[in-house]
């Protein structure tokens, strides 16, 4: 018999779901690359500079020290007993790494853990939780995962029943949660952030959008809120995060909590607050509310994405429906310990009196203070060309500029049965090597285009891209001006 597994015979769930992060254009990237490898000559350009994805270390990113140091001791433990190890490694990370190693059940780090995680590095994040917000958290709510991806795989796994449960989303949106709501059989609920006032999200907007969804058949399980923004960069105000807090309670949504980029605040005027801390200020405890806050060891000044370490703390869930949730823990059986031991540091790292204190502030100023340069220097480059405006970057890692494009350039694009958005992006690499991802995979009010870049790229390049992009926009605006 045949080969019976074919397109038209997969689960069409997966069909449904994009990630553009990772689609068209940067395959195209990758072959380009190559391309300029086997044949340099090619093109007018050495290198491919990605500006798709938030992948810092990918970039030139350094990672953190103490952080690196400590893994190092907790991988192979017997460098510990070496007299040379007093002299390579700082004593404040020798001392993190014994108390670490204590907390693991013979020590073993290549051992499978509890399915929530090491008990001992539970303590530390809920601790450190605890010092950021001033209210009490619980190990016991932490679920220690690969990355805040899989955190949030799993709760559309327990949220979604059917195509008639829908999820409230933010658009533009991270497409993770596009790809998991289809992935799950759900319905995504879109609700417009507002370019105009710097993508503000706006509570009348979400009602609006819930209650047409509510005329659809559509009963909402969840809202999702990204802060600081991917792709937009905004961070809430407070009192946005309050009304925010109010509609859920109001409305029995669970609150969907996306804070991977917490540590990345660029702008005075604003600070970071979690919505856990918002809820418990406001007076709403565990019996109120709902909530999921999702954190990571990819984004922040660590950019530890490889080492696939985060967590969710789950708040508000009943005892019976807990089970289930550590029913789905279980049969991933556990996430790996380097990424849990990461989240551990991550939240909790030198302080004041530390042998490594000095050394590990220098490291993380150094690296915010450069993303917050960054991000202004390419802001300003965007809002210089014809016919892009950029709203400011206030934290996270991305601009999302709106281009707005002749019409002569849209028609081109529409006979080659391509987004326009796509199609710029498209050309720009091809003439430049540099990867932007067309907002059109992150959602976008209809008639309106935008693509991602990332403020990774390290600095010293960051004067070529913005050279390339510019006399690419002034060509590309010449050739197809109305």
Not at 461 to 478: G, N, Q, W, Y
Request: charged share 25%; proline share 5%; glycine share 8%.
């Amino acid at each position: 018999m045949a080969p019976q597994v074919t397109v038209d015979s997969i689960n069409p769930k997966v069909i449904e779901c994009q990630y553009a992060v990772r689609g068209e254009i940067v395959i195209l990237a990758q072959k380009l690359q190559q391309e300029i490898q086997a044949k340099p000559e090619a093109y007018p350009f050495q290198e491919i500079l990605y500006c798709n994805i938030g992948n810092p270390q990918s970039l030139g990113q350094k990672s953190i020290t103490f952080f690196r140091e400590v893994l190092a001791l907790c991988d192979h433990p017997a460098i510990l007993a070496k007299s040379e190890t007093q002299a390579l490694f700082s004593a404040d990370s020798i001392e993190r790494a014994r108390k670490i190693l204590d907390q693991i059940p013979g020590r073993a780090t290549g051992a499978y853990s509890h399915s929530q995680g090491i008990k001992g590095l539970r303590d530390t994040i809920a601790a450190a939780i605890e010092a950021r917000d001033g209210f009490p958290a619980d190990p016991n709510d932490i679920f220690m995962t690969d990355g805040a991806s899989p955190a949030v795989h799993m709760m559309m796994q327990l949220l979604i029943r059917s195509e008639k449960d829908g999820i409230l989303c933010p658009i533009p949106q991270y497409p993770l949660y596009s790809a998991s709501i289809a992935l799950h059989g759900g319905s995504l609920v879109p609700y417009y952030l507002d370019e105009a006032t710097g993508w503000v999200l706006e509570v009348s907007e979400l009602k609006k959008q819930l209650q047409e969804a509510k005329s659809n058949g559509i009963t909402v399980r969840a809202l999702v809120v990204i802060n600081p923004g991917n792709p937009t960069g905004q961070v809430l105000a407070e009192e946005n995060q309050k009304a925010i807090v109010e509609f859920c309670k109001e409305e029995g949504l669970v609150l969907l909590a996306d804070e991977v980029y917490q540590e990345n605040v660029y702008v005075p005027e604003k600070k970071f607050h979690s919505f856990k801390k918002v809820a418990r200020s406001m007076g709403y405890g565990e019996e109120d509310i709902h909530l999921v806050s999702f954190q990571s060891v990819s984004k922040g000044y660590y950019g530890e994405c490889g080492k696939r370490g985060g967590y969710m703390e789950v708040t508000g869930f009943g005892a019976d429906v807990r089970e289930h949730i550590y029913k789905l823990a279980s049969v991933n059986l556990c996430s790996n310990i380097t990424g849990q031991i990461l989240a551990s540091l991550v939240m909790s790292p030198p302080k004041v009196g530390d042998k490594s204190y000095e050394s590990y502030i220098a490291e993380r100023d150094g690296i915010l203070s450069s993303l917050a340069r960054r991000a202004k220097t390419l802001e300003d480059a965007f809002n210089k060309l014809e016919g892009i405006t950029c709203n400011k970057a206030e934290g996270a890692m991305y601009l999302f500029p709106r281009i707005n494009l002749p019409k002569k350039a849209i028609k081109a694009a529409e006979e080659v049965k391509t987004a326009p958005d796509l199609f710029y992006c498209r050309r720009l690499l091809n003439e430049t090597g540099i990867v932007f991802v067309p907002g059109s995979g992150f959602g976008q009010v209809p008639g309106t285009w935008h693509f991602r870049c990332t403020i990774l790229p390290q600095e010293e390049k960051i004067p070529a891209i913005v050279t390339r992009l510019t006399d690419f926009h002034k060509r590309f605006m010449d050739e197809f001006r109305d």
